[in-house]
């Protein structure tokens, strides 16, 4: 049996390798730097035919002859035109210069494969590579704020929760290089994962708002984060070896920022190396000085003479116990056998120090610091994965994809009360085991089938121990999660079809079906006396999407999409105990069923001859079985002991709805060939079937940009902003958390308003240095983002160095 499994697999592997097959491949690079260019669409007007280069910036022309014409067009530079004659001259490769022009039609992976935006009904934001490079995030979180994709909340500095359309943490849904990140501990509080990622290797990123279960599956109610790293890439000079070094520094003043990044490929005619490391460190952020004086931090707590001192503060301003560091390492190998067929493995590794959590140091319990110690132990997240991609045509597929990867990620919590010896330490670590394929199929020349399946496997163990620290000596405590097996998988198969309908139509159409299985024991149970000692759930989900794009004129597009979401129980919600805030305790309840999510959006997009464009979007979502907390008992009880004292009974049941709504406007205008602006505007609200605030919608929020470019010389002077959330328009989850808001006249908790003057700038200094230099917050307002435990940085002064030698 295992002989007849064995050769299967090869056979079909064998038939995905196209070693006969002949082709002509040429790569696409930046003029100015080498770099190879993603997504660049090449194509001949007479005989309408088109390819697109891959992530190394290689495309096979073998479908043009040799009295073709090919066109080079990327919305970041300037279309070219050359003849075949012309491409083998230049040894096949072919450069290409930045120009300022708007963003008319851009290549993105809404169904895990390059497509063009203009046959896409979503709202997809991409973030491309140029905008990473100038705007230099210091987080994957950070990145997330460029150009406003998202709004983002930190409860500490070494954190960054996206919120998208009112919903955010284990109802985003986070992928990075095809893979999903989100496992069986995501909760619905606000998350840190995403900073595991290096944001120095990020090639781009993209941001699918709405629901994206059909092709992603679980989880994706509110949106896909979708980050792509960085690649391999191989000598395009035969018999020569090709190699390129990136390296930069930057260094902030409001944290004390000490970065450094290195990277270098090594590329021949079959295999490629790319090799990382990024290292961060930050000291303690400094917020604002101008307005809010109740953001301060008087006092802190420090351990003097085996004693908790509370002492004060000598700079309120300085955020103490906020800073962090974090190492991050990856290595990518690629091997093309042939040109038809990519074979890549990658390993990722990813570990930070203590992490404070300081919105817990900051409150109070009658009247004094609630807490001596509370942070997040070192966060590890390593990734083996190997992707092998075909372009062999066959009867069921023009391209294949099959992604293999195993994770294993480690997180853990420290907390100890003020004047209190005893310290606990709750540990879980979580391996993860995935598998996907994906497939599409082109039809009848302009019509494309998708389908594909996908299986996770997530196994969690929970431990927990109370630790003297007087003495040093240990005692088993309560886990967060039961102390046996926690199983939690899924399996899922989907299909989607796209139909161009002559030249002005596309139509979209998708199902999926996902099965969600949990099984979780409890070994000991003297710390809660459960009247069970296992936890069963099964589920399963069938949701759909159907779209219209309609292009009624030249630059215009018209997008209506309907679509369906879903997000299955995991781990966190049916099997955790724990403390949500003082007084109350969130229970167990295995009867939990998937909450569900429909959604319509409208959208119009228009570019006027590449010199001024703007879209419109608005959304309405209806949450449907949302899970939320609710009063229950424990042995037939309201209150339980726990963590020394008695706590209200709450657990998590599918028994609310609610409907959000919003929409959002960006504009983009060419002022000269030197300058151009933007700006964007979001707004949305969100209230359940009781008619409170939903707790993830933001306040309305946006930005003004006015850039000038030239060449490597880049300028940007913006604002950034923020509306208020009145009290009454605060969810009822945030109205507890005072410690965090400001006050109104009437003495009660509100988020206030608040904006930022910024600039920053860019300049090419020779072949391979790039100098960066800007002020963030120039006016140092003191202001705190919805939601946020931790207050913004003040003003910010930053320098950065990049080296790109190839």
């Known amino acids: 049996m295992r002989s007849i499994c064995f050769t299967i697999f090869f056979s079909f592997i064998w038939t995905l390798n196209p070693f006969s097959s002949l082709a002509q491949t040429i790569q696409v690079r930046e003029m100015d730097t080498g770099k190879p260019i993603y997504d660049v669409a090449i194509y001949n007007f007479e005989k309408n035919r088109s390819v697109l280069s891959d992530e190394n910036g290689k495309a096979d022309i073998s479908i043009f002859t040799i009295n073709d014409s090919l066109y080079f067009q990327h919305p970041s530079f300037l279309r070219v035109v050359f003849s075949m004659d012309e491409i083998k001259k230049m040894n096949n490769i072919i450069p290409l210069e930045h120009e300022v022009r708007m963003l008319t039609e851009f290549v993105i992976s809404a169904r895990r494969w390059e497509e063009d935006k203009s046959e896409v009904p979503n709202k997809i ?24 994709a998202v709004f983002l909340q930190k409860s500490q500095l070494g954190g960054g929760s996206p919120m998208i359309r009112g919903f955010a943490a284990n109802s985003i849904l986070l992928m990075v290089d095809g893979v999903r990140l989100n496992n069986a501990i995501y909760r619905s509080g606000n998350l840190q994962n995403v900073i595991s990622l290096d944001a120095n290797i990020v090639n781009h990123s993209e941001i699918i708002y709405g629901p994206g279960s059909v092709v992603y599956g679980s989880d994706a109610l509110g949106g896909v984060v979708d980050f792509h790293l960085e690649a391999p890439v191989l000598s395009t000079t035969p018999g020569k070896f090709q190699f390129s070094i990136n390296a930069g ?23 490629a190396f790319l090799s990382s490391i990024s290292y961060s460190d930050y000291d303690d952020l400094i917020m604002g000085s101008h307005g809010h004086p109740s953001y301060q931090r008087p006092e802190y707590v420090e351990r003097i003479e085996n004693k908790d001192s509370v002492l004060n503060n000598p700079n309120p301003n300085r955020q103490m116990f906020s800073g962090f560091s974090q190492l991050n390492l990856m290595q990518k190998i690629l091997f093309t056998p042939s040109e038809k067929l990519n074979l890549t493995y990658a390993f990722h590794y990813s570990k930070s120090s203590d992490v404070p959590r300081y919105d817990r140091l900051i409150q109070y319990k009658n009247n004094q610091l609630k807490y001596a110690e509370w942070y997040y132990g070192p966060t590890k ?51 993860i085991y995935s598998i996907s394929i994906d497939l599409y199929k082109n039809f009848l020349k302009k019509h494309t089938f998708y389908y594909g399946i996908e299986s996770v496997y997530n196994n969690v163990s929970s431990v927990a121990f109370t630790e003297d620290i007087n003495t040093g000596v240990n005692t088993p405590s309560a886990p967060r999660y039961p102390d046996g097996r926690n199983d939690y998988m899924n399996a899922a198969a989907y299909t989607s079809v796209k139909l161009n309908i002559g030249k002005k139509i596309t139509l979209d159409a998708g199902a999926r079906y996902t099965y969600t299985y949990l099984h979780s024991t409890i070994i000991d149970n003297s710390f809660y006396y459960f009247p069970f000692t296992e936890i069963k759930n099964s589920n399963d989900a069938f949701n759909g999407s159907l779209g219209i794009v309609i292009r009624p004129w030249k630059g215009s597009q018209i997008n209506v999409n309907l679509s369906s979401g879903f997000r299955a129980p995991n781990l966190d919600d049916m099997a955790k105990v724990f403390d949500s805030e003082p007084g109350n305790i969130i229970v167990p309840n295995e009867n939990l069923e998937p909450e569900y999510s429909n959604n319509l959006d409208l959208g119009f997009l228009q570019d006027f001859n590449h010199k001024f464009n703007f879209e419109i979007t608005g959304f309405y979502t ?151 230099a800007g002020v963030e917050n120039i006016l140092d307002h003191r202001y705190r983002p919805y939601s946020s435990g931790i207050v913004a940085p003040g003003r910010n002064f930053y320098i950065s160095l990049k080296i790109a030698i190839s």
């Open 125 to 148: 934001k991409p973030i491309t590579a140029k905008e990473i490079e100038f705007n230099n995030p210091q987080t994957a979180a950070d990145l997330l704020m460029i150009s406003n």
């Open 249 to 271: 520094t930057r260094y902030s003043t409001a944290y004390h920022e000490k970065m450094g990044h290195f990277d270098i490929n090594a590329g021949f005619q079959k295999w």
């Open 381 to 431: 997240w390593m990734m083996h994965s190997f992707t092998l991609e075909s372009s062999k045509k066959m009867f069921f597929s023009d391209n294949t994809r099959i992604i293999l990867a195993y994770q294993d990620y480690e997180e853990s919590r420290h907390d100890r009360n003020l004047k209190h010896t005893s310290l606990r330490h709750r540990t879980e670590d979580v391996d």
């Open 622 to 772: 209806l949450l449907k079985d949302a899970l939320v907390r609710r009063p229950g008992t424990f042995n037939g009880q309201e209150y339980m002991l726990y963590d020394g004292g008695f706590n209200q009974v709450y657990s998590l049941t599918n028994a609310s709805e609610a409907r959000l709504y919003g929409g959002s406007i960006f504009l983009n205008a060419k002022l000269s060939s030197l300058f151009s602006i933007t700006t964007d505007f979001t707004y949305m609200k969100g209230e359940d079937i009781d008619g409170f605030p939903v707790r993830h919608i933001p306040p309305f929020y946006g930005g003004l940009h006015l850039i000038a470019e030239k060449k490597r010389w880049r300028g940007d002077f913006y604002m950034l902003y923020n509306g208020e959330i009145s009290n009454e328009n605060l969810a009822p989850e945030e109205q507890s958390k005072i410690y965090m808001y400001e006050m109104d006249d009437n003495g009660n908790p509100f988020s206030p308003a608040w904006y930022t003057i910024n600039f920053k700038a860019s300049a090419g200094i020779g072949k391979i240095f790039t100098f960066q």
